[in-house]
């Protein structure tokens, strides 16, 4: 009985030993800094989460920047988050005359896991084209690309496989939350008013190459707005703090302004 006591005992020890040892390796920093369940996704998993985003958009929390142009190119960041953590980012733009753009940054945990860009360029025989490439821990792994001459033909139309061009493209995630949170070379100041006969414009820039530039339409005149047109100079280089919204022909409108005090 004393020898069965022994053991018994000797058996308990050595599984509360192996439970510590567990719990310590649980609670190690770097215990789970490799994501086995993300590393195992396949082009396949991601588009079906993907798939999964899309159907939640009117249920997820929206925000959206100003349209931004630079040269040519004109374009505005729309994040779509759920209890505060993103699950995708839009980059919508306009080059010009030459064609618009679409670009879908999907994110996990996150990290980039697929990067869909859609494309339509006016003087291109398949003037339709969507490129996706796959990541597994922000490292692209796959590339898939078709084109058509329509809309309607590109949704048949079959993948075929492409080299990754874009290898690091979760470095963009930062530029466009600056864009949305207005900072860094998205923190534009006013520079100016615009009169129209049928239409005015808050005009918000920076004095240096290559700035950004940004334009909220005004429709109510109130002290504020008075007040910067009456005498634009003396504002100039100054920073707004301005209440905006979307109109239906998707512009910046005016809502309310002050000068901001940092």
Same mark, same amino acid.
């Given at each position: 009985?004393?020898t069965?006591?022994?053991v018994?005992?000797?058996?308990i020890?050595?599984?509360?030993f192996?439970? =510590? ?7 190690h920093?770097?215990a ?6 993300e590393?195992?996704?396949?082009e #396949?998993?991601?588009? #079906?989460?993907a798939?999964?985003?899309n159907l ?5 929390e929206k ?5 931004? &142009?630079l040269?040519?190119?004109s374009?505005q960041? *729309?994040?779509?988050t759920?209890? !505060?953590?993103p699950?995708?980012? *839009?980059?919508?733009?306009k080059n ?9 940054f ?9 990067? &869909?860009?859609?494309?339509? $360029?006016? &003087?291109?025989?398949e003037?339709?084209?969507? #490129?996706?490439?796959?990541f597994?821990n922000?490292? +692209?792994?796959y590339a ?7 809309d309607a +033909?590109?949704? $048949?139309? =079959?993948?075929k496989? +492409?080299?990754?061009?874009h ?11 600056? +864009?949305?949170?207005?900072k ?5 100041v006013?520079? !100016? ?5 049928? =239409?005015r414009?808050?005009?918000m &820039?920076?004095?240096e190459?290559? =700035?950004?530039?940004? *334009?909220?339409?005004v429709?109510?005149?109130d ?7 009456s ?5 100039? !280089?100054?920073?707004l703090?301005?209440?905006? $919204?979307?109109?239906n022909d998707?512009? *910046?409108v005016?809502?309310?302004? @002050?000068?901001? @005090?940092?």
């Open positions: 009985m004393k069965t006591g022994i018994l005992g000797a058996i020890a050595v599984i509360l192996i439970i =510590a040892c567990d719990k310590l390796q649980s609670d920093p770097q789970n800094i490799e994501m086995p369940r590393k195992a996704l396949n #396949t998993d991601i588009q #079906t989460y798939d999964s985003v939640l958009l009117p249920q997820l925000q959206e920047s100003l349209i931004y &142009s040269r040519d190119y374009f960041i *729309v994040k779509y759920e209890n !505060g953590k699950l995708l980012f *839009v980059e919508k733009g010009g005359e030459s064609g618009i753009v679409e670009k879908m999907y994110i996990k945990d996150g990290k980039l896991l697929l990067y &869909s860009e859609m494309t339509q $360029t006016h &003087s291109n025989p003037p339709f084209a969507l #490129t996706n490439i796959y597994r922000n490292i +692209a792994f898939e690309q078709k084109k058509a001459g329509s +033909a590109l949704k $048949t139309a =079959a993948f496989k +492409a080299e990754p061009q290898k690091e493209l979760y470095s963009d995630l930062k530029h466009m939350e600056d +864009a949305l949170k207005q860094g070379k998205f923190d534009l006013f520079d !100016g008013i615009t009169e129209y006969p049928k =239409a414009y808050l005009i &820039s920076k004095n190459y290559n =700035a950004y530039r940004a *334009v909220i339409r429709i109510k005149n002290d504020f707005i008075r007040e910067l047109s005498n634009p100079s003396r504002y100039t !280089g100054s920073k703090d301005i209440d905006w $919204t979307m109109n998707d512009e *910046v005016y809502v309310n302004g @002050r000068i901001k @005090r940092d």
